[in-house]
């Protein structure tokens, strides 16, 4: 258990780091200073008619400028206007779907059975995931997780497709399977009150407490079983059985079955942890986004400033 949950988070982590820092230097660059003579030299060559009566004032509905939306807010306070109704567009680290994270207070109706599955498979087949599940192969590959797979381009893409494996039955036995049949609400409201303490006990606690679709609290049947089913179905059909590898100094090397019980509750307990990690994650996320917005505005509005 230890060694997966170290090689995930590892990669989690170092793609985490490259998203952040990559928009991050997308968000600070400034815009290119509009031209003030072009509106300048019209103005001098249109000769204003004197015979011309003044327009009529435009009525208030007209002159109202569209409100437009307060980019220092987090997208997931959107209320609810993502792809899926009840659900968010947001982008945790501007890259990874987070699409069923909202506020703690808002105010929506229960995901359909139908809507509980598209929006797990928009999150789950989003384009960001494949280089996702890349650079986690990538890190197994080089740490030689589960060495049955071996090593070269063939062990690689057996860790992918396992990689892909894990994440997709897991995403719909949390997100959409066990939700459905016994319902429950998938998405995370985050609290944005209290201290950093509180507030990751609480983030922490949802692992174990979630709604139901009438607004309840309840055991999260969901989080835990779902998990625990996803690493039985994964762990006994596609990780390696017992099987002979080639090493350098041992070209009949015996690796035993990851197929075993322990390995089971091994891989429960990462998902668990990753999956703990990740909604501490969401729960900060919003505090991260509005910091970085207003920075990326101050920097912009400086560089304006100086360049008038």
């Avoid at 109706?109 to 929006?119: E, G, I, N, S």
């Avoid at 997780?145 to 036995?173: C, V």
């Avoid at 429960?268 to 986004?289: A, C, M, R, Y």
């Amino acid at each position: 258990m230890s060694i997966q949950f170290v090689v995930k988070l590892t990669a989690c982590m170092a793609l985490a780091s490259a998203c952040s820092m990559v928009c991050a230097a997308q968000q600070t660059t400034p815009p290119p200073a509009s031209d003030s003579s072009a509106p300048t030299q019209q103005q001098n060559t249109t000769q204003p008619n004197s015979s011309a009566q003044p327009a009529p004032p435009k009525p208030a509905s007209a002159q109202t400028t569209p409100q437009q939306p307060d980019k220092g807010k987090p997208a997931q306070t959107d209320g609810g206007q993502g792809k899926v109704e009840g659900t968010s567009n947001d982008r945790l680290l501007y890259a990874l779907p987070n699409f069923l994270t909202l506020e703690k207070g808002a105010k929506l109706p229960p995901l359909t059975v139908k809507d509980k599955f598209k929006v797990v498979a928009l999150g789950t087949f989003d384009p960001v995931q494949y280089p996702w599940w890349a650079s986690i192969a990538a890190v197994g590959q080089a740490a030689n997780s589960e060495p049955g797979y071996g090593q070269g381009w063939l062990g690689y893409a057996k860790r992918y497709g396992a990689t892909a494996g894990d994440s997709t039955i897991e995403n719909f036995m949390v997100g959409a399977i066990f939700p459905s049949i016994i319902h429950q609400d998938p998405r995370f409201y985050y609290s944005e009150h209290g201290g950093f303490v509180r507030r990751t006990g609480y983030a922490i606690s949802r692992i174990f407490v979630t709604r139901t679709d009438s607004g309840h609290a309840e055991f999260n049947y969901s989080e835990i079983f779902g998990s625990a089913t996803a690493a039985a179905i994964s762990t006994y059909t596609y990780h390696p059985k017992s099987t002979y590898v080639r090493t350098p100094t041992n070209p009949h090397l015996f690796v035993p079955s990851d197929r075993t019980l322990t390995n089971t509750a091994n891989v429960w307990g990462t998902q668990v942890g990753l999956d703990t990690i990740t909604i501490v994650i969401k729960e900060f996320w919003p505090d991260i986004h509005h910091k970085l917005a207003h920075k990326s505005e101050a920097k912009t509005a400086a560089a304006a400033s100086s360049n008038p």
